[in-house]
Nanobody
Framework: VQLQAFGGGLVQAGDSLRLSCAAS????????MGWFRQAPGKEREFVSV????????YYADSVKGRFSISRDNAKNTVYLQMNSLKPEDTAVYYC????????????????????WGQGTEVTVSS
């Protein structure tokens, strides 16, 4: 599966931004798609995940209530709507997919995802 993320940019605190991730060559074994992020000098951090076939989602506590993940199966695209952005949301955001069939709360580690997009940078100024 090839993943291409886009939609990042420079925004001010409190603004909104929507990231998109287009998946090509998607396998029928793909179970979930989601987002990680990596801030400068920090490890990659789980953000959110959605099942491909049903509207089941899971969020990191740090973004719950502010971010919303969704998908468009016809377009093989996953979105991350980010509202009320904070400077601490500044990071490179990576789109990911996994074929592991687990509860979404157990898919929060980078090595549980086989496919990674190239990343799109989000910068939130204070």
């Amino acid at each position: 599966v090839q993943l291409q993320a886009f939609g990042g940019g420079l925004v001010q605190a409190g603004d909104s931004l929507r990231l998109s991730c287009a998946a090509s060559g998607r396998s029928f074994s793909t179970y979930v798609m989601g987002w990680f992020r990596q801030a400068p000098g920090k490890e990659r951090e789980f953000v959110s995940v959605i099942r491909w076939e049903v509207d089941t989602t899971y969020y990191a506590d740090s973004v719950k209530g502010r971010f919303s993940i969704s998908r468009d199966n016809a377009k093989n695209t996953v979105y991350l709507q980010m509202n009320s952005l904070k400077p601490e949301d500044t990071a490179v955001y990576y789109c990911v997919s996994s074929s592991l069939r687990r509860g979404l709360g157990y898919l929060k580690e980078p090595d549980e995802y086989e496919d990674w997009g190239q990343g799109t940078e989000v910068t939130v100024s204070s």
